[in-house]
């Protein structure tokens, strides 16, 4: 009877612990450089963040990545995509950043680590896999759409409607325009082999573009700020869920 007794009790613990949910391990994300607001929007239980940026020895955080995100920030050196002429239209210069950022796309290319790009992010994508940047979009592409000014500002953008896989990597369905925040004077202009535009703003410049999914399962980027609209946003949601799908499969 006491044997009996036992087996039960095992048994029933076996097909508790079977039903219980599972908890994620912990995973990595690195954000080339952290800011809080990056943070918030990607913050989780089950998330360790790692600012490259403010770490020594970048070799030493790679083998850790489950996940990259390339930030927003400072202009991209012209020279890194062989143009000498825009240069004197740029802000400062981060070399270090620029290395940096090249070293953590070519890693998550390499190794199929979950990508996404944000603002920055975006044109680094597209010159790292051997695309070109608009230096100055007021000078080059004209005012039609405002993409900065003094600081942030709002315009609409066009869902391409040409892959509606990878559009749903960015944006939810059945809607084509969003109004998305923007504060950048660069901008992608030629577009590399293998990176799908699927969106663009009203003047034309890609605002939305996705590896093609035969050479990257998914590496995403937006020339705008998810992390900065409200925490409820379509896109924002959107884009969270589809990189931390990846990352705990």
């Known amino acids: 009877m006491k044997n009996v007794l036992i087996t039960v009790v095992l048994i029933t613990c076996l097909i508790s612990c079977l039903d219980s949910p599972k908890k994620h391990e912990t995973k990595t994300i690195i954000l080339s450089k952290a800011s809080a607001n990056y943070i918030d929007w990607i913050e989780d239980d089950n998330i360790v963040i790692i600012d490259a940026y403010r770490t020594k020895n970048m070799d030493s ?3 850790l990545a489950d996940g990259i995100i ?5 202009d991209i050196n012209p020279l890194e995509y062989n143009d000498t002429i825009n240069i004197k239209v740029c802000g400062p210069i981060d070399y270090r950043r620029d290395t940096l950022e090249r070293k953590l796309f070519n ?4 190794n199929n680590i979950p990508f996404i790009g944000i603002c920055r992010g975006m044109q680094m994508m597209n010159v790292a896999s051997g695309g070109t940047l608009y230096g100055d979009l007021p000078t080059e592409l004209g005012n039609k759409v405002i993409h900065r000014n003094n600081g942030e500002v709002m315009h609409e953008i066009v869902v391409q409607k040409q892959n509606s896989y990878y559009e749903s990597l960015i944006f939810p369905a059945e809607i084509d325009t969003f109004l998305v925040n923007s504060w950048h004077h660069q901008g992608l202009k ?13 003047d034309g410049l890609p605002e939305a573009a996705v590896m093609d999914t ?3 399962s998914f590496m995403i980027a ?3 700020h998810p992390e900065r609209l409200p925490a409820e946003n379509s896109i924002a949601l959107t884009m969270r869920k589809g990189f931390f799908n990846l990352i705990f499969k």
Do not use: C, M, P, R
């Not at 390339?70 to 400072?74: A, I, N, V």
């Not at 890693?107 to 390499?110: A, D, K, M, Q, W």
């Not at 030629?190 to 009203?202: L, P, T």
């Open 107 to 110: 890693y998550s290319l390499e």
């Open 70 to 74: 390339l930030t927003g920030g400072e």
């Open 214 to 216: 035969s050479i990257h």
């Open 222 to 224: 937006v020339q705008f």
């Open 190 to 202: 030629d577009i590399a082999n293998n990176i799908q535009i699927v969106a663009k703003s009203f």
């Open 61 to 63: 955080i790679l083998l």
